[in-house]
Nanobody
Framework: QPLLVESGGGVVQPGGSLTLSCTTSTTTLDNYAIAWFRQAQGKGREGVSCTSKMDGRAYYKDSVKGRFTASRDTATNTVYLQMNNLQPGDTAIYYC????????????????????WGQGTQVTVSS
């Protein structure tokens, strides 16, 4: 079962960049669809991106298209979320998650379908 660990959050100025990492030592992430969610203070958790090695596709929330890029590194068993041109509206705790379905595909961002979550990493965009 995936025990997910995120890292890479921090404080950046508007227009800055951060790269988040999601990894695990308990399984092979290439066997799972991995999604990134975020939760801003006082708001619900929203899906940002999802990738599946099965079809090689990546999906993005409209507000981050062209700024965020999800990728995978099989050698290090890591999924990344490269975030460019960050804006104050991107401030949130970011989580990686998976439904836990072996060889699964991205099927949306219903949080109730995601059984495995990392602990989250804080991203703060402020001048």
């Amino acid at each position: 079962q995936p025990l997910l660990v995120e890292s890479g959050g921090g404080v950046v100025q508007p227009g800055g960049s951060l790269t988040l990492s999601c990894t695990t030592s308990t399984t092979t992430l290439d066997n799972y669809a991995i999604a990134w969610f975020r939760q801003a203070q006082g708001k619900g958790r929203e899906g940002v991106s999802c990738t599946s090695k099965m079809d090689g596709r990546a999906y993005y929330k409209d507000s981050v298209k062209g700024r965020f890029t999800a990728s995978r590194d099989t050698a290090t068993n890591t999924v990344y979320l490269q975030m460019n041109n960050l804006q104050p509206g991107d401030t949130a705790i970011y989580y990686c998650a998976t439904e836990g379905l072996l060889y699964g595909y991205c099927t949306g961002y219903d949080v109730n379908k995601f059984s495995f979550w990392g602990q989250g990493t804080q991203v703060t965009v402020s001048s």
